[in-house]
T-cell receptor
Framework: DSGVTQTPKHLITATGQRVTLRCSPR?????VYWYQQSLDQGLQFLIQ???????AKGNILERFSAQQFPDLHSELNLSSLELGDSALYFC?????????????FGSGTQLSVL | DQQVKQNSPSLSVQEGRISILNCDYT??????FLWYKKYPAEGPTFLIS?????DKNEDGRFTVFLNKSAKHLSLHIVPSQPGDSAVYFC??????????FGTGTRLTIIP
C-alpha cells in the first residue's frame, strides 16, 4: 500500500460528459502529480501541484483541469470527454517540490468513455 | 515525441536466469534515471535509481547500468524469480524535475 488513495477505481461514462477524479496523497506529502496511461503509451505527465499551487504542467489538454485543496487532496476534472480520453489515470505524491525523486503512486482510476 | 523509449514491449525469461530490460533516451538534459515496477491493478512502485555521475547502481538482485554516451539505461535482475513478473517502466528527469516515463516492458518469468 503506497498510502496514496484514488477514487473511484473505475468510471464509465459517455462522450461529452464531465468527470472528476480524486486523489489523497500520502500523509505529509505536499506534492501531487497526475499521469495518464493510454493503451500502448507510457505514463504521460499531466500536471503537478505543490502545497496548493500549480508547479508544473505537462501534456494536459485544455479540457482537463486540476486543483489541490487546503487539505492537500487533489481533483482532476475532465470535461467534454472523447473516446480517446479512455485511459488509466494515476495520481502520485512526493514530499518535495521537485518530481525527480521517487514518487508514490495510487492504484489508478480506469476511465472508459463510451 | 517519445523522449524515453523501451523498445521491447515484452520479455520472457526462465526462472533463475538473468533478465535484462533496456531503455533509451534522447534528451541530453536527463541526469537522473529510475526504474518502476507495476503489478496488475496496482500503481507503479519505485525499484531503483541512478544519477548521471554514476554508471552503475546495485540493490540486491537489481542492478542498473547507465551508458551516457549511448544514452542507454539497462536493468539487470539476477537471479530472476516468479515474483519479478510485472511491467517495468524506466523514467528520466533533468535536475530532479518531473519524470518522463517510457512505455514499459512486460517481464514474464517462466518457472
Amino acid at each position: 500500500d503506497s498510502g496514496v488513495t484514488q477514487t473511484p477505481k473505475h468510471l464509465i461514462t459517455a462522450t461529452g460528459q464531465r468527470v472528476t477524479l480524486r486523489c489523497s496523497p500520502r500523509s505529509g506529502d505536499l506534492s501531487v502529480y497526475w499521469y495518464q496511461q493510454s493503451l500502448d503509451q507510457g505514463l504521460q505527465f499531466l500536471i503537478q501541484y505543490y502545497n496548493g499551487e500549480e508547479r508544473a504542467k505537462g501534456n494536459i489538454l485544455e479540457r482537463f483541469s486540476a486543483q489541490q485543496f487546503p487539505d492537500l487532496h487533489s481533483e482532476l476534472n475532465l470535461s467534454s470527454l472523447e473516446l480517446g480520453d479512455s485511459a488509466l489515470y494515476f495520481c502520485a505524491s512526493s514530499s518535495s517540490r521537485t518530481g525527480g525523486e521517487k514518487l508514490f503512486f495510487g492504484s489508478g482510476t480506469q476511465l472508459s468513455v463510451l | 515525441d517519445q523522449q524515453v523509449k523501451q523498445n521491447s514491449p515484452s520479455l520472457s525469461v526462465q526462472e533463475g536466469r538473468i533478465s535484462i530490460l533496456n531503455c533509451d533516451y534522447t534528451n541530453s538534459m536527463f541526469d537522473y534515471f529510475l526504474w518502476y515496477k507495476k503489478y496488475p491493478a496496482e500503481g507503479p512502485t519505485f525499484l531503483i535509481s541512478i544519477s548521471s555521475i554514476k554508471d552503475k547502481n546495485e540493490d540486491g538482485r537489481f542492478t542498473v547500468f547507465l551508458n551516457k554516451s549511448a544514452k542507454h539505461l539497462s536493468l539487470h535482475i539476477v537471479p530472476s524469480q516468479p515474483g519479478d513478473s510485472a511491467v517495468y517502466f524506466c523514467a528520466a528527469s533533468p535536475e530532479y524535475e518531473k519524470l518522463t516515463f517510457g512505455t514499459g516492458t512486460r517481464l514474464t518469468i517462466i518457472p
